[in-house]
């Protein structure tokens, strides 16, 4: 199992509120990443960090932002969530070199009402 | 474009046969990873191949890799109904992003 944690576990939300979804990791792994992924779907990368202080944006555009302040944290937020953003939110980290293997959060599902 | 596609997109079994499942990518390769998703859930990594090596095995899984055809597969004898999951493939991009694409999965469901 491994020591990457994710709250809420699943959230509903009304549309135009702010919702800060958390990441957190035990691994001291310098990459994290955020993906969105819908049911039954592939998923989608939308935010990823090189470590503290660097942020980038993925594949899929995303109304998401994310801030990395410190190794362990990479929180992802919606400054007014919509019904389009229901979806499932995958967080996870790897090490900076080696074979890029990623460590999942159990994700958190979210639905906008 | 995708890098990985997943060939079948939904595989239903008898408990106790052997499921393969296949995945096709498009550009050159370092390794290729195999991740499995309880519905609901993160995913876990199950086992990565070099594209120097042809074959590896882990337990119940074997993964064969064909860098000539670009393609894997990832075999699970013996199924139970533990491994009612999705299974998705994944490959690095190249360039220092060190990012994975992941494929659109396999849904496979093993019925008791």
């Known amino acids: 199992e491994a020591d990457i944690y994710q709250t809420p576990r699943y959230l509903v939300i009304g549309t135009g509120k702010k919702i800060t979804l958390e990441c957190s990791q035990t691994m001291g792994h310098d990459k994290m990443y955020w993906y969105q992924q819908d049911p039954g779907m592939e998923l989608h990368l939308i935010h990823y960090s090189y470590g503290v202080n660097s942020t980038e944006k993925g594949d899929l555009s995303s109304e998401s932002t994310v801030s990395r302040i410190r190794t362990e944290h990479f929180p992802l937020t919606l400054e007014s969530a919509r019904p389009s953003h229901t979806s499932q939110y995958l967080c996870a980290s790897s090490e900076f070199t080696g074979n890029y293997e990623q460590y999942f959060g159990p994700g958190t599902r979210l639905t906008v009402t | 474009s995708q890098q990985g596609e997943e060939d079948p997109q939904a595989l239903s079994i008898q408990e106790g046969e052997n499921a393969t499942m296949n995945c096709s990518y498009k550009t050159s390769i370092n390794n290729l990873q195999w991740y499995r998703q309880n519905s609901g859930r993160g995913l876990v990594h199950l086992i990565l191949i070099r594209s120097n090596e042809r074959e590896k095995h882990s337990g119940r899984l074997r993964v064969t890799l064909d860098t000539s055809k670009k393609s894997s597969s990832l075999l699970i004898t013996a199924s139970r109904a533990a491994d009612t999951a999705s299974y998705f493939c994944?490959?690095?991009?190249?360039?220092?992003?060190?990012?994975?694409?992941f494929g659109q999965g396999t849904r496979l469901t093993i019925n008791p």
């Open positions: 994944a490959t690095p991009l190249s360039g220092g992003a060190q990012k994975l694409v």
